[in-house]
């Protein structure tokens, strides 16, 4: 069983910037791709980011690219997502989530075993 617990959400203005963390336990965390995805509300939970095991291999849906950014730091069990020049529609609960092996099928949430509580984020214009 591995727990995760995302923190550093919160209220920014537009073009401010954000670091997401995701802290996780019971398990081997350098064992599972790891991932963030977003929930607007009244919306599908959308594939952000995500990371292969080794910290190697990143990969980004087309709205973020360019500014936002994964990483990990497996001998602190601890995922990041670094988001600068933040726009009003990143406005979303965003979730990190792991799953077993390697990184195929990276943005499919169905994929990802494990979740974090989320943790709110809010862009203001």
């Known amino acids: 069983q591995v727990l995760l617990v995302e923190s550093g959400g919160g209220l920014v203005q537009a073009g401010g910037s954000l670091r ?5 336990s019971g398990g081997t965390f350098s064992s599972y791709t790891m991932a963030w995805f977003r929930q607007a509300p009244g919306k599908e ?23 936002l950014t994964i990483s990990r730091d497996n001998a602190k069990n601890t995922m990041y997502l670094q988001m600068n020049s933040l726009k009003p529609e990143d406005t ?12 195929v099928d990276y943005g499919n949430p169905r994929m990802y075993r494990y979740w974090g509580q989320g943790t709110q984020v809010t862009v203001s214009s």
Do not use: E, M
């Not at 939970?45 to 690219?65: E, H, L, N, P, Q």
């Not at 979303?92 to 990184?103: D, L, Q």
């Open 45 to 67: 939970r959308d594939f952000v980011a995500a990371i292969s095991r080794t910290g190697t291999t990143t990969y980004y849906a087309d709205s973020v690219k360019g500014r």
């Open 20 to 24: 997401l963390s995701c802290a996780a």
């Open 92 to 103: 979303a609960a965003y979730y990190c989530a792991a799953k077993s092996g390697g990184t």
